[in-house]
């Protein structure tokens, strides 16, 4: 029989049992998480405790960041793949020339600002070796910040994507000083020694850079001159001896100066110090040929979005800035292009004929459509575009030859040129960044509800020519119709309406906004739109397959 102590202690057992499995479970549930830190909430909440108005939203999106970093490192040990695998994977999943915002590492980081950069092309992908030489980086600075001065052993195109400054540049013993805002081009030499100031009391300043490195292949450092947190004045670095006789002062004045300070390299501004760096900027230059410097030279930062587009219709805008144009690109054999496409519209498919391109969203959505024919010699990718499966299958293959021929010919067929291709779709959004090797045709889509701004680097852009395969400019019109009637399946008059069909030229209506009229005109000539669909895969085909 129980007795009255019994009957207390099981009930006390059971509430003691069920509280150790709750804690177990817990705890099981943080270890399956791979001990993530508190959730996106409460990094949300302390972003928002913590963080002055104007750094709240950076942080939110580090946090969200940090959250999606963390949920595929969890898929990944789930999986039981590990980093290796996931490279692989990504190697396997046909994307080689696509990197969202998650593939920038930050390499410098402060309270007023960061500097991130993508890894060397050559290590995503053997594709990219080509422009293994050429680095991505972005800058962010919060309002009235200062970059202290530094150089680096890179040449650096810059494009200001967002606000307003001052930046300044030592080179050749000329200091020249230049007010710099939204859409202005400017040039930082390797070895350059260079600082900027945001100026803007509002908005951050960013800008995306292109860094062509010369020291080490796809390799880059900063040398900063004065102390910071991260890392040291290179000046510190020599020996106490060299320092004394370099300057001929004491080793404790020059500590004080060159040490380590808690400042960084990237740091608040007061208001004064913003208007005396404002006051000292202009325009132009301050060497010692201003205002009118030599013929030929550069004398300030290129104004892109003042000048005239070189094409532009209500379905977009193309702006470019070459080294006729301005001057400073001379010694770079780079082309600057800032392309915005109206919300529902998209750019003529094109290729380019010596440039490999390197693309960066500054804003809105979209997606980008990239013709390779590398890829279409492996497996299928799940993250290649239904619509533009690989054409192996017409032709690769003839079904007559017997197994043993297949055996004998099958490294010179994969030789041949134009058997088969792959289309990579690569979703764009703000922060994305993808390359377009030379010849490969692509094709970028605005999304219904916003326009499209994407920022080009065209490496080796001298004697480049950007060759559209279809709208008023389309190459193939030039074909004769002899020509014409040997290549496709048709007629020359046939493959003249298809040809003669688009009107626009650069910039056209998307497949959301063309789509109606398509069907209506499908329905119209339904017996004569299926030789217009075998003319136009012909055309494609043709203009891809000798790349």
């Given at each position: ?268 501004a007061t208001e004064e110090q913003i208007r005396e760096l ?198 193939l019109k030039q074909l004769d119709d002899t020509a014409k ?63």
């Open positions: 029989m129980a007795t009255a102590r019994d009957r207390t202690t099981v009930p006390f057992l059971l509430l003691f049992f069920a509280t150790t499995l709750c804690a177990a479970a817990v705890a099981a549930s943080r270890e399956d998480h791979g001990g993530r830190e508190p959730s996106l909430r409460q990094c949300v909440r302390r972003c928002e405790e913590d963080r002055p108005r104007y750094q709240r939203a950076q942080c939110v999106q580090e946090c969200r960041e940090r959250e999606q970093q963390e949920q595929g490192r969890h898929e990944r040990d789930r999986s039981g793949e590990g980093p290796g695998d996931e490279r692989e994977h990504e190697e396997g999943g046909r994307r080689p020339y696509v990197f969202d915002r998650r593939s920038f590492r930050r390499i410098v980081r402060s309270e007023q600002g960061s500097v991130k950069a993508l890894p060397p092309f050559h290590e995503a992908s053997k594709l990219l070796r080509g422009i293994r030489n050429y680095r991505v980086v972005v800058l962010e600075a919060n309002p009235r910040s200062f970059i202290v001065p530094s150089h680096t052993d890179a040449h650096c195109i810059c494009y200001v994507a967002q606000g307003e400054g001052v930046v300044t540049t030592i080179e050749n013993g000329e200091r020249r000083s230049y007010t710099i805002r939204e859409g202005y081009i400017f040039v930082a030499p390797a070895g350059a020694v260079t600082y900027l100031a945001n100026t803007d009391g509002r908005r951050k300043l960013v800008i995306a850079k292109i860094l062509h490195t010369i020291s080490e292949t796809g390799k880059f450092q900063f040398f900063f001159g004065p102390g910071g947190k991260n890392p040291e004045s290179v000046l510190s670095s020599f020996s106490k001896s060299v320092q004394r006789a370099a300057f001929k002062t004491s080793s404790d004045r020059l500590e004080r100066l060159f040490g380590r300070q808690d400042k960084g390299i990237i740091v608040r404002r006051r000292h900027a202009s325009e132009g230059s301050h060497g010692p040929h201003w205002p009118l410097p030599p013929f030929g030279e550069s004398h300030g930062p290129y104004k892109l979005l003042e000048q005239q587009p070189r094409i532009a219709n209500q379905h977009g805008q193309l702006y470019e800035a070459d080294a006729r144009r301005f001057p400073d690109l001379t010694d770079h054999d780079v082309r600057v292009s800032l392309v915005n496409i109206t919300a529902g519209s998209m750019s003529a498919p094109f290729y380019n004929t010596r440039s490999i391109k390197i693309a960066y969203v500054l804003e809105g959505e979209g997606h980008a459509e990239i013709v390779c024919p590398h890829l279409a010699h492996g497996s299928e990718s799940e993250h290649s575009h239904g619509g533009g499966r690989s054409e192996r299958g017409k032709g690769w293959r003839r079904e007559e030859e017997s197994e043993e021929e297949e055996d004998k010919g099958q490294q010179r067929e994969q030789e041949e040129a134009g058997q088969g291709y792959q289309t990579i779709l690569a979703r764009l959004s703000r922060g994305t960044a993808f390359v377009v090797p030379v010849g490969h045709p692509v094709v970028e889509v605005a999304s219904r509800d916003s326009n499209l701004q994407i920022l080009c680097f065209e490496v080796r852009a001298e004697k480049n020519e950007k060759v559209y395969l279809a709208g008023a400019n389309n190459v009637a040997l290549a496709f399946a048709a007629s020359a008059r046939e493959v003249d309406e298809v040809l003669d069909a688009q009107r626009g030229q650069g910039f056209l209506p998307g497949p959301d906004e063309s789509g109606g009229q398509e069907r209506e005109q499908e329905d119209e000539h339904e017996g004569r739109h299926g030789r217009r669909e075998v003319v136009a895969e012909t055309l494609l085909r043709m203009a891809t397959g000798g790349l």
